[in-house]
């Protein structure tokens, strides 16, 4: 069964980055697509980038809000999945998930087309 660790999250000041990282364990992640999703205080959880390799090519989905500023990436030797996260804003302030579609779905932005998540990673962005 495919479990996801989210780590990496951490406080920073505005203007700064960090790395997140998604690994996986009990299934490979070539052929999913990986979402990143956030969810603030008091808001509903919304989707953040998106990675699947599919065949030979990468096929990658952002959020309007943080295009420019987070890129996603993967290892497929260590199954592990990165969000790097620049130019941070006190509105970037979430919990950081990271989940998977059924193997073989293209990238999407919407929670609820996906199944298994992480238990998440906590990004504060304060001066």
């Known amino acids: 069964q495919l479990q996801l660790v989210e780590s990496g999250g951490d406080l920073v000041q505005p203007g700064g980055s960090l790395r997140l990282s998604c690994a996986a364990s009990g299934s490979t992640l070539l052929g999913y697509a990986v979402g990143w999703f956030r969810q603030a205080p008091g808001k509903g959880r919304e989707g953040v980038s998106c990675?699947?390799?599919?065949?030979?090519?990468?096929?990658?989905t952002n959020a309007d809000s943080v295009k420019g500023r987070f890129t996603t990436s993967r290892n497929n030797a260590k199954d592990t999945m990165y969000l790097q996260l620049n130019s941070l804003k006190l509105d970037d302030t979430a919990l950081y998930y990271c989940?998977?579609?059924?193997?073989?779905?293209?990238?999407?932005?919407?929670?609820?087309?996906?199944?298994?998540w992480g238990q998440g990673t906590q990004v504060t962005v304060s001066s």
């Open positions: 990675i699947r390799n599919f065949r030979n090519s990468v096929e990658r």
């Open positions: 989940a998977v579609r059924s193997r073989g779905l293209p990238c999407s932005l919407i929670p609820e087309e996906f199944e298994s």
